[in-house]
């Protein structure tokens, strides 16, 4: 199993364009959820899905959007990139609860400057 | 209010001693999770430790162990013999009841290991 993937690994943008960062994982997994980390602070959650079609907000949605057509792949968009959505982003995911501890299973991260 | 507190932004160790890393939380929920995550400089998170909130033992995973003070709200990470491949960025995070398995984090304490 190669786990929860995400692409781009880096990317540049400038102010107002739009991009989509993809994350898909292979292990089956129901919940799938999208974090921020900003430089020396821990993650935020943006937008998390508990499955396909279902989609709901974190803690700091704005500015971004997501969709879950498929169990396997869960998007993040940003359509007028600001400079303070500049972070790392990382994608995760873990089978729904069922008594036992249920960690998040985390991707490499997407490093997004915005200048 | 913050739900998880780290207040040791840095720690330092010596090699082959243990360490203790802070974290309290707060929560009205009888039902919840903790959670230690390592992000060692290349980035990913890395799951470490759980302890659910109705566990009577304290967790324990190789050379990680969990001090949970339930009365307290407190749930640290006890590291014993430090290896230098430990320094790294270390979460706590908390798993409250509630849909979608969300996770809330604390800013992390970064811990260098020292020979």
């Known amino acids: 199993n190669a786990g929860v993937t995400q692409t781009p690994k880096f990317r540049i943008l400038k102010i107002g364009q739009s991009m989509t960062l993809q994350c898909t994982q292979d292990?089956?997994?129901?919940?799938m959820y999208w974090y921020r980390q900003d430089p020396g602070m821990g993650l935020k959650l943006i937008y998390y899905?508990?499955?396909?079609?279902?989609?709901d907000k974190g803690e700091v949605p704005n500015g971004y959007n997501v969709s879950r057509s498929t169990t396997e792949d869960f998007p993040l968009r940003l359509e007028l990139a600001a400079p303070s959505q500049t972070s790392v982003y990382f994608c995760?995911?873990?089978?729904?609860?069922?008594?036992?501890?249920?960690?998040?299973?985390f991707g490499p991260g997407t490093r997004l400057t915005v200048l | 209010a913050q739900k998880i507190t780290q207040t040791q932004p840095g720690m330092f160790v010596q090699e082959k001693e243990a360490v203790t890393l802070d974290c309290t939380y707060d929560?009205?929920?009888?039902?919840?999770?903790l959670f230690w995550y390592k992000q060692p400089s290349s980035g990913e998170m890395i799951f470490l430790i759980y302890q659910g909130s109705y566990d009577e033992q304290n967790a324990t995973e190789g050379r990680y162990s969990l001090n949970f003070q339930k009365a307290r709200k407190s749930a640290n990470l006890v590291i014993s013999a430090s290896q230098l491949g430990d320094s790294a960025m270390y979460f706590c995070a908390m798993r409250e009841a509630g849909g979608g398995n969300k996770l809330t984090f604390g800013t992390g304490t970064q811990l260098k290991v020292e020979l």
């Open positions: 929560t009205s929920d009888q039902s919840y999770g």
């Open positions: 292990m089956n997994h129901n919940y």
């Open positions: 995760a995911s873990t089978p729904p609860l069922a008594g036992g501890h249920n960690e998040q299973f």
């Open positions: 899905s508990v499955g396909a079609g279902i989609t």
